[in-house]
C-alpha cells in the first residue's frame, strides 16, 4: 500500500508491520447495548478478527449510531461483516444486513491510519482531510468533499 504525504511516497508492506485502522460508520441500533465492551471478536473465513468501536452518538428517533471503529486486523468486509453479525448492520451497505437501506448510499469511512514509518522509524498518524456534512437529523451523512491526500495530525 501506498500513501502519499505532503508530496513524500511511503512504501508500507502490510504483511510485515502493524496498522492501525480507524473509520467512522452508521449502524443501525445501538451497539453499546448489545456488546458493552465496544469489542466484536468474531473470526471471519476461519481467520481472527476483533473490531473495537465506541458509540459517538446514538439517535433514539431513528435508532441509529455513530461510531467510531478501530481494528489492527483486515478481513475483507470486516467492519461491514461484523456488525451485521452482531445485528447493527452499516446503513446504507447493499450487501449485508436488512432494514438498512438509504438514498445516501454505504454511511462508513476512514478516518486514520497509524503506523511506523519504514524509513524514520517513527510512528506516524495519518487523517484524510475530510470534510462532512451533517444531515437534518443532526447526524453525521459522511458527505462531502474527496480526499486528495492526508494530513498529519500527531
Not at 435508532?63 to 483486515?74: F, K, L, Q, R
Request: glycine content about 8%; charged content about 30%; overall charge positive.
Amino acid at each position: 500500500m501506498c500513501l502519499c504525504d505532503d508530496n513524500a511516497l511511503l512504501a508500507i508492506t502490510p504483511q510485515k508491520q502493524h496498522i492501525l485502522k480507524r473509520y467512522a460508520a452508521r449502524v443501525r441500533g445501538n451497539p453499546a447495548k448489545s456488546r458493552p465492551g465496544g469489542v466484536i471478536d468474531v473470526d471471519l473465513d476461519g481467520k481472527p478478527a476483533t473490531t473495537e468501536f465506541r458509540v459517538e452518538i446514538y439517535e433514539p428517533a431513528v435508532d441509529i449510531s455513530t461510531v467510531h471503529i478501530e481494528m489492527g486486523s483486515g478481513r475483507k468486509h470486516q467492519i461491514r461483516r461484523h456488525f451485521e453479525i452482531v445485528g447493527h448492520p452499516v446503513i446504507g451497505d447493499p450487501r449485508y444486513g436488512k432494514a438498512n437501506k438509504n438514498r445516501e448510499g454505504l454511511q462508513l469511512v476512514a478516518t486514520g491510519l497509524e503506523f511506523e514509518c519504514p524509513f524514520s522509524k517513527k510512528n506516524r498518524c495519518l487523517k484524510p482531510a475530510l470534510n462532512f456534512k451533517r444531515s437534518q437529523t443532526k447526524a453525521a451523512s459522511f458527505k462531502g468533499e474527496a480526499p486528495h491526500g492526508f494530513k498529519h495530525r500527531c
